[in-house]
């Protein structure tokens, strides 16, 4: 098992940033793939951003160019840098691991933009 503790969320207004953060522990293999995903209310989860071990990235179209991964591999965390933040962002934030063929979900973190 693979235990995801996120933080860093919280209430910002336009424009304004965040930076979240999630920590795994546990069984962790060496190759795997962490990130975020989000979901609004009434709506679906999506994918924000992933990032692998071997540095791979993926971002959702509309985060691009806002929105950072990056982690740190001897701490087992993953960061989610979010600048230029919009409304439209709003949403729960889920930290995501991957590994042999499990996925594992964070507890998530509100992330709410709004004036």
């Known amino acids: 098992q693979v235990q995801l503790v996120e933080s860093g969320g919280g209430l910002v207004q336009p424009g304004g940033s965040l930076r979240l953060s999630c920590a795994a522990s546990?069984?962790?293999?060496?190759?795997?793939?962490m990130g975020w995903y989000r979901q609004a209310q009434g709506k679906e989860r999506d994918l924000v951003t992933t990032?692998?071990?071997?540095?791979?990235?993926n971002y959702a179209d509309s985060v691009k160019g806002r929105f950072t991964i990056s982690r740190d591999d001897a701490k087992n965390t993953v960061y989610l840098q979010m600048n230029s933040l919009k409304p439209e962002d709003t949403a729960v934030y889920y930290c995501?691991?991957?590994?042999?063929?499990?996925?594992?979900w964070g507890q998530g973190t509100q992330v709410t933009v709004s004036s």
């Open positions: 990032m692998s071990t071997g540095g791979m990235t």
């Open positions: 546990g069984s962790i293999f060496s190759m795997n793939v």
């Open positions: 995501y691991f991957w590994s042999d063929f499990r996925t594992f």
